[in-house]
C-alpha cells in the first residue's frame, strides 16, 4: 500500500474519532456527560468540549428562561367562593445534574411543576375571599407563591423566577348570581350617591336663599340710608339756598307748583285773593 494512501486512511480514522470525542455546547444550552447511562459532569460553559468516545454520550438542556402554562384549575376562596384560575410560570434549570437525577427530561419537569404550583396556589389563594384576589392581594399572593414554589423546585434543580395568573373566571354557573349580586351592589351605591346629591343641593340652595336674603337686606339698609342722607343734604342745600334770598325762593318754589298743578288742561277753582295766585294777580 502506498506511504499516502496509509496517511490519508490514518487522517480519516483520527477525524473519526475527534467527532465521536469532541462536541459542542451551545450559549442556549447546557449539558450532562454519561458515562454507560451514569452521569459524571455537568457543563454550564459554551464552547468546545471533550468526551470519550463509544462509552461516553453528552444530553443537552436548555440554558434559557422556558414558560409554564397550566391548564385552568378551580381554586376554593376563604370565603367559600369557586374560582377557575389560569395561571403561567417562568423558570430555568439551574442545575442540569439534579434536573436529569430526578425528573429527567421537560415533561418530567411540566408534571412536577403543575404538582408544586398548584399546590401553593390553592393554599395562599384559600386564605383570601373572591374580592380580595381579584383586586389589591393579587400581588402579594403571587409574590408568596413564587418564594415558596421555588424553594421546593430547587431540589429538582429547577428555578422558579416568577409566577403569574393570567386570568381569573367564574364558573359558568356562578356568573350570573355574582353578576346580579354586583349589578344590585351598584344600584345601591348609586342610589345613596344621588340622595347624598340632593341632601347637598338643598344644602347649598338653603345657604344660597339665606345669603340672597341677607345681600338684599343689606343692599336695602344701604339704599336707605343713602336715599336719607341724599334728602338731608338737599334739605340742607334748599334751606341755604333759601336763606340766601328767602323771596327768590319763594317765587321759584311757586313756580314749580304752578307746573305740577296746571298739567294736563287742569281746571282749578280758587279765590281772586287767593295766595296761591299772586304771582299771577300781580305784576
Known sequence: MKKGTILIIILVVLLFLANLSLFIVDETKQAIVLQFGKPIRAIKDAGLHWKLPFIQNVVFFEDRLLAYDAAPTEIITKDKKTLIVDNYA????????????????????QAR???????????????????????????????RVTEVSN???????????????????????????????????????????????????AKIIAETEREKTVILAEAYKTAQTLKGEGEAEAVRIYAE???????????????????????????????????????LTKP
Open 90 to 109: 417562568r423558570w430555568k434549570i439551574i442545575n442540569p445534574l439534579t434536573f436529569l437525577q430526578t425528573v429527567r427530561d421537560l415533561n418530567g419537569a
Open 241 to 279: 339756598s333759601f336763606n340766601q334770598d328767602p323771596e327768590f325762593y319763594k317765587f321759584f318754589r311757586t313756580l314749580e307748583s304752578y307746573k305740577l298743578t296746571f298739567k294736563d288742561k287742569t281746571t282749578v277753582l280758587l279765590s281772586t285773593d287767593s295766595e296761591f295766585l299772586k304771582y
Open 151 to 201: 424553594e421546593k423546585a430547587n431540589t429538582y434543580g429547577i428555578g422558579i423566577l416568577d409566577v403569574r395568573i393570567k386570568r381569573v373566571d367564574l364558573p359558568p354557573e356562578n356568573e350570573k348570581y355574582i353578576f346580579d349580586r354586583m349589578k344590585a351592589e351598584r344600584e345601591r351605591i348609586a342610589k345613596q350617591y344621588r340622595a347624598e346629591g340632593q341632601e347637598e343641593s
Open 113 to 143: 411543576l403543575d404538582d408544586i404550583i398548584y399546590s401553593e396556589l390553592r393554599v395562599d389563594l384559600g386564605l383570601f375571599d373572591m374580592s380580595e384576589i381579584v383586586s389589591e392581594k393579587r400581588e402579594g399572593v403571587m409574590k
